[in-house]
């Protein structure tokens, strides 16, 4: 591994070990099954989605950034703008990227089918943030490989922008809850984990909401930024109806299959949350 894979790892464990202790010591929900459960398939699918990401592309995004550099290629290359600036803009522009990405992950059906197994997941905590389909990870690849390339991205915003992206996913997904007072403070900025909890509601009005996974300016900008559900955050029904809270339903092969389901694949967007509409800010 080379030395910005070291920095990533370091980077994933830290933010990692310090939201699991923050969620076990104080939890916002109780989950429906066992943590053991939960984790051991959670962290199954970030091992096979590491896998497919090294298979696909053994030299890794910030070898994408560095041969981009090399051939030149990217706006940002040929323009001579001071590097803090150019770091600045790559960081926007790939946040940007992936927004549209999950956006259209939710608008899309058959990128739906991949995307659901993410809000399968009966409760939300530190290892949802980790659990995506692999083939959401190769897509998620390949589009950020181009954004890189069209861009030019230095590859030290890449290697920030990984960091980032990994370390804001496990963050939003923890199961805690900060006084409601700076859970909207802190939503002028960022996605808190309340926010996007709102973004696992089993209502698709409310899980088509939320789509950023850092900075809050992109849902604010595109409208699609709600802060408060219908339903508290106590009581707000996380997952997907189609897939309850049992042990079938949380096996390794069972998230990797979900995609093929086809009988459960139109009503689970289809539960009905009427009106929260008069709940958007
Ligand atoms: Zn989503």
Known sequence: MDSSGWFRLAGFLS??????????????????LSRWLRWRTNLSMVVLGTLTGRVLLPATLVGVALMAEENGWGLLHHLSWPVWLAITLSLLWLDLVIYWQHRLFHRIPWLWRIHKMHHADSHIDVTTG????????????????????????????????????????????????????????????IITQRLHRI???????ETDTNFGFSVSLWD?????????????DETLRVGQQAYPPTRQNNTVWRL????????????TKSADGNATDDFRK
């Not at 973004?199 to 009005?205: A, I, K, M, V």
């Not at 900008?221 to 709600?226: D, H, I, M, T, V």
């Not at 990797?256 to 009503?267: A, F, H, I, S």
Request: with cysteine; charged share 15%; glycine share 2%.
């Open 15 to 32: 933010i990692f070990a310090v939201m699991a202790c923050a969620e076990i010591i104080w939890p916002a929900r109780q989950a429906p």
């Open 130 to 189: 980790l659990r995506f389909h692999p083939v959401e990870i190769a897509i998620s690849l390949v589009v950020k490989a181009a954004a890189i390339i069209v861009a030019g991205a230095p590859a030290i915003s890449v290697v920030i922008f990984e960091i980032a992206l990994n370390g804001f996913s496990i963050f939003n997904h923890t199961n805690i809850r900060l006084p409601q007072r700076i859970d909207d403070a802190l939503g002028r900025l």
């Open 199 to 205: 973004h696992h509601s089993q209502y698709q009005n």
């Open 220 to 232: 604010r900008l595109f409208r699609s930024f709600k802060s408060r559900a219908l339903q508290p």
């Open 256 to 267: 990797l299959t979900m995609p093929l389901d086809n009988q459960v694949n139109d009503d």
